[in-house]
């Protein structure tokens, strides 16, 4: 840690727009003040933008507007002057084709809304699955400081006296349905039972994986993560953000002095330690490239190998967020990598203090949902990252969520060209396949879909869920839900849609997957892949304009984080030229 904190009182970005008696500034300032504002809010104090994702259209941040208040109390507070400001909202319950499709344009759109407008800092209010990547891709590319204030996930969910996980459930439940082992009635009153209070997902999911990936890289207070969303608490957390973020313009301490290689190392560990989604993946390499760190997803395999899972949550364990809170939360889990060596203890957070500084005296409340290592869910949680002649630039796939008996098998391909085919075809009987068989799914990455939807944890064949069988190997260049389980291989890299060798695969091809030793082989002889790809074609429509023609022509492999490719690099935040 080797930041030192700018003097104060300096002249801020903010004063460009407001400071002076000259035509612009009174044009700025004037227009302002029809809002109620006193002069000497224009003083030379810091303007602080709340970047808030709430929408009704995003339900899991549809409490968002109340915690605003608290942050708006909080900035009050330190001698700030609060705005809110509305910014693009990519739901995950909504959005289509896929909301992954507009996590890079929310992040763009962002982008400029902090490099356009007169703001010293920023709040970033989130809390659904895309909403915390694309405000911190935004916040790394401008660099101004930023602090993340996340919604918090909700409370549990009950069906029957048993604790019910949002999207965890619904895949099981749905399945539980299809083999006969579920009524349609009874799936539907568990509906009712799954979302009973605002928040994100209960489950480990992307959302809570995000949540923990922010406080892990140190952008967001100690604790952050893992508050239930209607716990008082949660409101406390706003406000002493609001309060900090004053201190940390005042300092100039901005998500570059932040985000190193050391807290995306810290990241990486912790997402292992928690069985954290694996849509972590795409998401810090598209913000380590925007703040300019050079993290790779082999970086991804060697940080995170050897780390057990110790969080016992859905859907690799058995409990909920709620329960994580009680327990202690996350400042538990970078405890235990501090004492194991698996942390950098003097990463920089928004506190203005090391990481260690701020987890190094937590306590476990719970060894049965914070496990010690000798009762962890898997030794060795991390991501997988695969590669092989199927996935040149790798692949990835979540050990705590796999069955063990299927980390090392070989399989015959039974091959779906798109997501189209798979849904005309897999709940016929005559489909040719067995729980011996390999699942591939093609067409379905960052060009495909188009977007890279979560599909890749497809949904077993009736005929195979009906004896017993509730896993079988799963490849395609697809995303999963964080909440989904199962022995998925997934974002294979380069994508089919882009020529990658997936395109390729045929029906009946064998299929080696080879979890410990991190190999993803195709058991096809060279020549014959080789004359297989030169006869390839593309069969994705390339569209005639718009954000999915920008998009497609535009977007990078999941290897590197699926980003637009102009966007990379951090960019700043200059004041610009004032045309008026």
Not at 29 to 44: E, I, S, T
Not at 137 to 164: K, W
Not at 260 to 265: D, G, I, L, N, W
Not at 372 to 377: I, K, W
């Amino acid at each position: 840690m080797s930041f030192k904190p700018a003097t104060w009182p300096r002249r801020l970005r903010s004063q460009e727009w407001y400071a002076g008696t000259s035509r612009d500034t009174i044009y700025h300032r004037g227009w302002m003040k029809n809002q109620g504002y006193p002069d000497d809010l224009f003083d030379g104090r810091p303007v602080i933008g709340i970047l808030n994702t709430w929408s009704d259209l995003t339900p899991c941040n549809g409490h968002l507007r109340e915690l605003a208040e608290k942050v708006k109390a909080g900035i009050w507070e330190a001698g700030g002057f609060p705005v809110e400001v509305p910014v693009f909202s990519a739901s995950e319950n909504t959005f289509r084709p896929t909301a992954m499709m507009f996590r890079n344009l929310a992040a763009l759109s962002i982008e400029e809304q902090m490099r356009g407008q007169p703001i010293d800092g920023a709040v970033l209010l989130v809390g659904c699955d895309k909403t915390t990547p694309s405000l911190l891709m935004a916040a790394a590319s401008t660099d101004l400081p930023s602090i993340v204030v996340t919604g918090g996930p909700m409370l549990n969910g009950y069906f029957h006296g048993e604790r019910i996980g949002s999207g965890t459930h619904l895949w099981k439940f749905s399945e539980a349905v299809k083999a006969g082992d579920m009524t349609q009635e009874d799936f539907l009153e568990a509906e009712q039972s799954m979302s009973r209070s605002s928040g994100s997902c209960n489950t480990m999911g992307t959302a809570s994986s995000m949540a923990s990936m922010a406080e892990a890289l140190g952008m967001a207070l100690s604790g952050n993560a893992a508050i239930p969303a209607v716990d008082s608490r949660r409101r406390v957390m706003a406000q002493l953000s609001g309060r900090r973020i004053v201190q940390m313009v005042k300092d100039d301490l901005k998500p570059s002095d932040i985000m190193t290689r050391h807290a995306f190392e810290n990241a990486v560990r912790t997402n292992g330690a928690i069985g954290g989604s694996t849509n972590a993946v795409v998401h810090l390499l598209a913000i380590a490239g925007r703040v300019g760190v050079d993290f790779t997803l082999d970086d991804w395999d060697r940080c995170g190998r050897d780390v057990a899972t110790i969080v016992n949550l859905m859907p690799s364990g058995k409990y909920l967020m709620e329960e994580f809170f009680y327990a202690g939360g996350l400042p538990v889990v970078l405890r235990h990598l501090g004492d194991a060596g698996l942390l950098h203890k003097d990463a920089l957070t928004v506190s203005g203090t090391a990481i260690w500084d701020e987890v190094r005296n937590a306590v476990n409340h719970n060894t049965d949902v914070i496990l010690p290592v000798d009762r962890a869910l898997t030794q060795q949680g991390g991501i997988a990252v695969v590669k092989g002649n199927l996935a040149p630039n790798g692949a990835v796939l979540k050990p705590s969520a796999a069955s063990p008996h299927l980390l090392s098998h070989r399989g015959r391909a039974v091959v779906f060209e798109d997501i189209d085919d798979y849904k005309a075809r897999i709940n016929d009987d005559a489909l040719d396949i067995d729980e011996t068989c390999v699942m591939v799914l093609k067409n379905c990455g960052p060009r495909g879909y188009p977007g890279m939807a979560e599909v890749g944890n497809m949904g077993l064949p009736p005929k195979v869920l009906k004896k017993g069988i509730t896993d079988m190997i799963r490849i395609s260049d697809a995303r999963m839900s964080g909440t989904a389980y199962g022995t998925v291989v997934l974002h294979t890299s380069p994508e089919a849609a882009a020529g990658g060798p997936l395109a390729v695969v045929r029906n009946g091809d064998m299929i080696e997957l080879d979890v410990p030793n991190r190999r993803l082989h195709l058991d096809i002889p060279d020549h014959e892949l080789d004359a297989r790809l030169k006869e390839w074609r593309p069969s994705v429509e390339t569209p005639e304009s718009g954000y999915a023609w920008l998009h497609q022509a535009h977007v990078e492999g999941a290897d590197t984080g699926a980003d637009l490719d102009f966007l990379k690099g951090c960019r700043g935040a200059p004041v610009g030229k004032d045309s008026h």
